[in-house]
């Protein structure tokens, strides 16, 4: 059974900078697509960051230059920096793990990829 936890979101003035964390645990592919997602209250769930196993990342156009995604497999962790955090960053994070990169034509990046599991969540609260 896959397990994901995140850690390390918190309360951080504007500008700032946190480090989310997401330990995976039960994960037996030799292939993977992590993705790091984020809902603010009264908002959709949207896409933050996504990175596969053939190495490729792709980014909300608003995180871009901000935030960087990156995996360490020796930890079985995947990981989401976040640098001159604004307001509009404040949400609820989510880290995502599915087998497969590709379903038919969909990269696992596309907004309408499903992801076959998920974490709890961890919050980010920027202040003004």
């Known amino acids: 059974q896959v397990q994901l936890r995140e850690s390390g979101g918190g309360s951080v003035q504007a500008g700032g900078s946190l480090r989310l964390s997401c330990k995976v645990s039960?994960?037996?592919?030799?292939?993977?697509?992590m993705s790091w997602f984020r809902r603010a209250p009264g908002k959709e769930r949207e896409g933050v960051a996504t990175?596969?196993?053939?190495?490729?990342?792709v980014y909300k156009d608003s995180v871009k230059g901000r935030f960087a995604i990156a995996e360490d497999s020796a930890k079985n962790t995947l990981y989401l920096q976040m640098h001159s955090l604004k307001p509009e960053d404040a949400a609820m994070y989510y880290c995502?793990?599915?087998?497969?990169?590709?379903?038919?034509?969909?990269?696992?990046?596309?907004?309408?990829?499903?992801?076959?599991?998920w974490g709890q969540g961890t919050p980010v609260t920027v202040s003004s």
């Open positions: 990175i596969d196993s053939d190495g490729m990342t």
């Open positions: 995502a793990v599915d087998p497969w990169v590709m379903r038919g034509n969909l990269h696992c990046s596309h907004a309408g990829y499903v992801f076959a599991d």
């Open positions: 039960g994960y037996t592919y030799r292939t993977y697509c």
